[in-house]
């Protein structure tokens, strides 16, 4: 009985051994640099399965415990996403181990907050121009909006006249109207933002403030990444459509994402259903935007608004697959030093044009999809982009980490 009763044990032993050891997987960094605050994607089986089992689990780096999202797909958990910092060439092994959590600070943001419990009037503007306004009622965040027809700039339902979507280094916001341009706010701190921005005033948010500002007057240009059609020597952004709809389709720590369905966009030549979807990662300045075209498009553009006394960098020749053009100077709304720019993929390229008001990229879609990334880096955030030199060292890491598919 006794010796039953030692190989039970030694047995179950065993099997809690199993159980509770931790499960692990490699990740790499291929570049002979170091690579910070970089949000990596895991999809290692053993990970997933494992995580599936667990009510709360910790993802460690060695004895180092790092942030992570789950990304799931219906009920299942499709993914993690984990932050991490590299050393050159290193290898790291990232293990999944039971335990709660520990707290984390948000690092991403989106959100959509429109007016609730006021009335639509019909009114005349200082400029004479005539239109609805909405009056009265209370800020309220909600999920997705299908934009109210009577909706257009500055009618004062939505607040910030859009979406916005942020990391904790920068944040942007698009006007979801006629104008659907795309904006800058520049932060000076690391935590979100987004949520306190425009409650004090409609437009409260061009003062500088302790978390920052918006720091770009987009006018008729494209401001920084905005969505246009190249046609007749100018860049056309999304004026004129039947509808418009616009969704929250991630809001986590280390991801956020904004869904935006363009309904019957009229361009030159054409007209159809675009979709947008602009994605924004912990630790990055850089805003993905994947466009998918119900029909056929050539010349879709983006690009950045044309400031004068300003420098253009463009990447050197290279056999990787991404370039970027970017623009430096003292072109912030706060009169200090603001770098933009734009990543591209160089097979899909069309020209690099001009019109007034903007530096043109002229892309070409394959299978009726388009990728590109934008972005700005501040003197006044955390990247201190004070000069040119410092913004090309900038660009060059983003690049090499973009070609390396560090960046996806």
């Known amino acids: 009985m006794n010796s039953r009763i030692a190989f039970f044990l030694v047995l179950l032993a065993g099997l809690w051994t199993a159980c509770s050891s931790p499960v692990s997987t490699t990740i790499t960094n291929p570049l002979n640099e170091e690579v910070n605050e970089l949000v990596v994607e895991i999809t290692a089986p053993e990970i997933l399965q494992k995580a599936a089992t667990m009510k709360h689990f910790k993802l460690m780096d060695g004895d180092t415990e790092v942030p992570y999202q789950l990304i799931a797909d219906g009920d299942q958990i499709s993914s993690i996403l984990a932050q991490v910092n590299f050393a050159p060439n290193e290898e790291k092994t990232i293990s999944i181990t039971s335990g709660h959590p520990a707290e984390f600070a948000k690092k991403t943001q989106a959100e959509i907050s429109i007016k609730e419990g006021g009335v639509w009037e019909w009114v005349k503007k200082k400029s004479g121009k005539e239109q609805y306004e909405y009056i009265g009622g209370t800020w309220k965040n909600v999920d997705s909006l299908w934009v109210d027809p009577k909706h257009t700039d500055h009618s004062f339902d939505i607040r910030y006249e859009g979406p916005g979507w942020e990391s904790d280094k920068i944040a942007y916001r698009f006007y979801l109207d006629w104008r659907n341009a795309t904006d800058i706010f520049g932060k000076k701190t690391d935590s979100m933002v987004l949520q306190q921005v425009g409650l004090d005033g409609f437009d409260s948010y061009h003062e500088m ?44 720590d280390l991801e956020s994402k904004v869904t935006t369905h363009y309904m019957g966009w009229e361009f030159d030549g054409g007209k159809t259903d675009l979709t947008s979807v602009l994605t924004i990662k912990a630790g990055s300045y850089l805003t993905k935007c994947d466009l998918t075209s119900s029909n056929p498009i050539d010349s879709l553009a983006t690009g950045i608004i044309r400031l004068p006394d300003t420098e253009i960098l463009q990447s050197a020749e290279g056999d990787g697959e991404w370039a970027y053009y970017a623009t430096f100077g003292v072109q912030s709304l706060n009169k200090d030093h603001l770098g933009m720019f734009i990543f591209y993929k160089k097979d899909q390229l069309e020209v690099l044009a001009e019109d007034v008001k903007s530096h043109v990229i002229v892309l070409r879609p394959e299978d009726q999809k388009l990728t590109y990334y934008f972005g700005g880096a501040w003197e006044l955030d955390a990247s201190n982009m004070n000069n040119t030199d410092k913004l090309k060292v900038f660009l060059d890491h983003q690049l090499a980490m973009m070609n390396a598919g560090l960046i996806k």
Do not use: Q
Request: glycine share 14%.
């Open 209 to 252: 403030s302790d978390w920052g500002a918006d720091i770009l007057k987009v006018g008729d240009a494209l401001g920084i990444g905005t969505i246009a059609h190249w046609a007749n020597g100018k860049a056309n952004r999304v004026a004129v459509t039947d509808s418009l709809y616009s969704e929250i389709t991630m809001n986590g």
